[in-house]
């Protein structure tokens, strides 16, 4: 029987946590990412105690992680001289990105036109374009690994260098804001063209769930229904 990546990992933790001694090297990587953040940091830092409280007679021990939160919170000893901590260097700046844009100009009447001298009276409406330039963080990644812990994971520079499109990474950013703020996230305000698109998603998932798995003809046929999707 398959079994998910987080039951892998607690089976394999299990046999360094019962079976590791001082002459064992293990390399732990990513552990617990296959549940909550909440029971994932938990059951790290307590893997890590269990080591470090062994001293002399502990392992060997590499571990790779996202969860800032274990040093953060102090789950596991800051200064203990069984612990070394290291991250991989990146350097940071603020760049200056340069948009074209179109800028909409609307016609305004006489009277405006007297008191502004920016537009003049009767123009037409008309798209002119424009250079606007802003600043975004530039991350480089060096490739160097160097004692110290690192608290930023950039993931959001990474998604969009990886291709993940403009508009998904900029609602990640702004959800990422609000959750860090402890604020209230709103949905995303949905077009036509949307709204269409997650019925017709909404009809995916319906027919998927309606699937009996048992049958090759059902699959199948759900294959050759997802083709004819537009």
């Known amino acids: 029987m398959s079994q998910s990546t987080f039951a892998?990992?607690?089976m394999q933790v299990n046999n360094m946590l019962l079976h590791a001694t001082n002459k064992s090297l293990l390399l732990l990587d990513e552990f617990a990412k296959g549940t909550l953040a909440l029971d994932g940091v938990s059951l790290l830092a307590s893997a890590l105690n269990h080591f470090v409280n062994k001293k002399e007679s502990s392992p060997i021990l590499f571990v790779s992680t996202h969860y800032t939160e274990v040093f953060e919170l102090k789950l596991v000893p800051i200064n203990n001289p069984f612990i070394q901590y290291w991250t991989m260097d990146a350097i940071t700046n603020m760049v200056n990105v340069v948009s074209n844009i179109q800028v909409e100009f609307q016609p305004v009447s006489n009277?405006?036109?007297a008191s502004s001298s920016a537009t003049k009276a009767?123009?037409?409406?008309?798209l002119q374009e424009s250079n606007i330039e802003k600043q975004e963080l530039n991350l480089v990644c060096l490739y160097k690994l160097s004692k110290g812990k690192s608290l930023p994971s950039y993931g959001q520079i990474i998604a969009k260098t990886a291709g993940i499109p403009v508009e998904?990474?900029?609602r990640a950013e702004a959800v990422?804001?609000?959750?860090?703020k402890n604020e209230p996230i709103f949905r995303?305000?949905?077009d036509d063209k949307n709204n269409q698109y997650k019925e017709k998603c909404q009809r995916v998932v319906d027919q998927f769930f309606g699937l009996d798995f048992n049958s090759t003809s059902s699959i199948t046929a759900f294959v050759e229904w997802m083709k004819t999707l537009e």
């Open 122 to 126: 009767g123009e037409d409406t008309s």
């Open 111 to 113: 009277d405006e036109a």
């Open 176 to 180: 990422q804001q609000k959750m860090s």
């Open 8 to 10: 892998v990992d607690l």
């Open 168 to 170: 998904v990474v900029k």
């Open 188 to 190: 995303m305000e949905m």
